[in-house]
């Protein structure tokens, strides 16, 4: 075979490979930036979300600064509805 035939060769078989591969770089980075989109959004949808959220923990913190003897009351009184009720000695009865 002669030489030009040998480099006609290579240089098709050359061109394939890099068109093939810039074929696949491209939709490698076309992945990546709609994940970036996605991501982005995610993040703006956390950081508005805890926004509100420090909101209301600051809102329920200021009411319970003015309530605040009220809501210790309330909190005792629903632990001690959990707890089980105890008889005191003389009081049961013996079988």
Do not use: C, W
Not at 21 to 35: D, E, H, N, P, S
Not at 71 to 87: C, D, G, L, R, Y
């Amino acid at each position: 075979m002669d030489d030009f035939a040998k480099m006609d060769i290579f240089f098709l078989v050359t061109t394939v490979a890099v068109v093939a591969l810039a074929v696949l770089v491209g939709v490698l980075i076309f992945y990546i930036l709609r994940t970036a989109r996605d991501v982005s959004e995610v993040v703006h949808i956390v950081r508005k979300e805890s926004e509100r959220f420090a909101k209301g923990a600051s809102s329920a913190r200021r009411r319970m600064r003015g309530h605040g003897e009220n809501v210790v009351q309330n909190v005792i009184a629903f632990v001690q509805s959990f707890a089980p009720t105890k008889k005191r000695g003389k009081d049961k009865d013996i079988k």
